[in-house]
């Protein structure tokens, strides 16, 4: 899909706040403003080839989020081969609801809710994005100086399925921006992305206090999340506090070094948790049929 093919973004509008929903691309946030000044900031992975090279401000991350190795886990008495979804790594990432279209089934002028139902094609394995069905519902709620991100997972399937689900946004940042929050752990990753060690958030990865990261490359995940993080960004934007519901267990930080963005995202679960049934805190979610999970996920502008 190119730019031009792309079907209008919904919009929702609260004062001086702005946010455009891109539905055709995985239920996407297109943008979010205030007083026209960037709060998350859009960006383009030509390596997602399912976004269609087209940016995008934030994402949800169903039925999974971040890496499986090498596409392979074993759950039951069953073993499981995903195909790669990004150009030029074999490790899957962040499901496969980011691949495909979402519905709109209800808007008003501040509030939008899509759904995404999905049923595997067992004919086809050997390209299989995931083995399970399932529906997940997002709900956009703007405020003028809230967003309010509401996510649902519920399994469809005849069998039981692990999932996890999980909010990918990208936030504009700058050189004197300082990030802060709770943690009891983070995940080092080896080269692949994939999780080699734990380590205590002591010392270099201790964010209890306001941490500035303009120099640092980060693309970790923090386990025992406190349920919030502030990013004070300076220049004259507005301060961004995140809570988000106790399911999100785990925060996964992801910004390049002297980058302009920091992704924020409160997740249920470690990278390549399918992969780990040794680490107690893994954050695999186990549903039958019918059952389901959820949570809500805040960002608040202002002076914090």
């Known amino acids: 899909m190119t730019e031009t093919d792309i079907p209008s973004p919904l919009v929702l509008e609260k004062g001086k706040a702005r946010l455009e929903i891109l539905p055709h691309i995985g239920g996407a946030i297109g943008s979010w403003s205030f007083d026209q000044k960037e709060i998350f900031h859009p960006r383009s992975d030509s390596s997602l080839t399912a976004q269609g090279r087209v940016a995008v401000a934030a ?40 691949e495909n279209p979402w519905n709109v089934v209800h808007r008003t002028d501040t509030h939008a809710i899509l ?93 209890t206090n306001p941490v500035s990261f303009y120099d640092r490359s980060l693309d970790n995940v923090f386990t025992e999340f406190g349920g919030e993080a502030l990013l004070k960004r300076g220049e004259g934007f507005p301060d961004v506090k995140i809570s988000a519901d106790s399911v999100f267990t785990h925060l996964v930080v992801f910004s390049p070094e002297k980058s302009d963005f920091v992704a924020i995202e409160p997740v249920t679960m470690m990278t390549d948790a399918f992969n780990h049934p040794e ?9 039958k049929a019918g059952q389901r999970i959820g949570g809500t996920i805040r960002f608040h502008l202002g002076d914090h």
């Open 59 to 98: 994402y949800p991350l169903v039925p999974y989020s971040n890496r499986i190795n090498q596409g392979r886990f074993s759950f039951g008495d069953e073993d499981y081969q995903l195909s790669p979804n990004r150009e030029g790594s074999p490790h899957p990432i962040h499901g496969n609801g980011w």
């Open 115 to 207: 759904v995404f139902d999905f049923r595997p094609d067992h004919t086809e394995k050997a390209d299989s994005h995931w083995p399970f069905a399932y529906r997940a519902v997002l709900s956009y709620v703007l405020y003028e100086k809230v967003l309010e991100v509401q996510m649902v997972l519920e399994s469809r399937d005849e069998k039981t399925q692990p999932v996890g689900l999980g909010f990918h946004p990208f936030l504009h940042c700058g050189q004197t921006s300082e990030l802060s929050f709770s943690s009891k752990a983070v995940w080092l990753n080896g080269e692949d992305g994939l999780p080699r060690g734990k380590v205590p958030s002591a010392g270099e990865w201790s964010f």
């Open 279 to 287: 680490v107690a805190d893994r954050g695999v979610q186990v549903l």
